[in-house]
T-cell receptor, first 109, second 114 residues
């Protein structure tokens, strides 16, 4: 069974700082997704990464994929309070998604 | 864009009763839908894959007789929690498969069993 691990699980960072969330997965896949979840809400799609070396950026968030290392990163630049949420990566295999453990991000003013 | 709705958004029921949750794809047809369960501060766990016109495929450890899934049309899948107990209280999220293996997630249903 495909396993997906994220770290850190919890992240508290000051506004204006940079940080990276890591997503490791155990078996080969060429589809990697990043989602944001606010408390009590469903998932909001952030990025879809479909090939080795893919890099996508939206605002202060940038995601990358290294399929050889089975690693994706979500980099946060100059964090702001509005980015506080839980971030999940998910790996696609066939029809199914396998979700990571989630990273709870709190941005402190 | 593709929109998936769920109904109800929240429900409270008494122990021993059954609850039905609907998942609809509003502007596209979905031959495959997925049901997830999420406990507080935990990740999403896939419960079952629902295919239109055929039986659902359940993940290991999910009781198929307790969580009944019906996917009778290309836009509707239902999850019925039978004889609900407090430990079934959770956030249930459905998703519908789109093109190129994308999944579109519904807003979720919060179930509380008293």
């Amino acid at each position: 069974e495909l396993k997906v691990e994220q770290n850190p699980l919890f992240l508290s960072m000051q506004e204006g700082k940079n940080y990276t969330i890591y997503c490791n997965y155990s078996t080969t896949s060429d589809r990697l997704y990043w989602y944001r979840q606010d408390p009590g809400k469903s998932l909001e799609s952030l990025f879809v990464l479909l090939s080795n070396g893919a890099v996508k950026q939206e605002g202060r968030l940038m995601a990358s994929l290294d399929t050889k290392a089975r690693l994706s990163t979500l980099h946060i630049t100059a964090a702001v309070h509005d980015l506080s949420a839980t971030y999940f990566c998910a790996v696609g295999q066939g029809n199914q998604f396998y979700f990571g453990t989630g990273t709870s991000l709190t941005v402190i003013p | 864009g593709a929109v998936v709705s769920q109904h109800p958004s929240w429900v409270i029921c008494k122990s021993g009763t059954s609850v039905k949750i609907e998942c609809r794809s509003l502007d596209f047809q979905a031959t495959t839908m997925f049901w997830y369960r999420q406990f507080p501060k935990q990740s999403l766990m896939l419960m079952a894959t629902s295919n239109e016109g055929s039986k659902a495929t359940y993940e290991q450890g999910v009781e198929k007789d307790k969580f009944l899934i019906n996917h009778a049309s290309l836009t509707l899948s239902t999850l019925t929690v039978t004889s609900a107990h407090p430990e079934d209280s959770s956030f249930y999220i459905c998703s519908a498969r789109g093109l190129a293996y994308e999944q579109y997630f519904g807003p979720g249903t919060r179930l509380t069993v008293t």
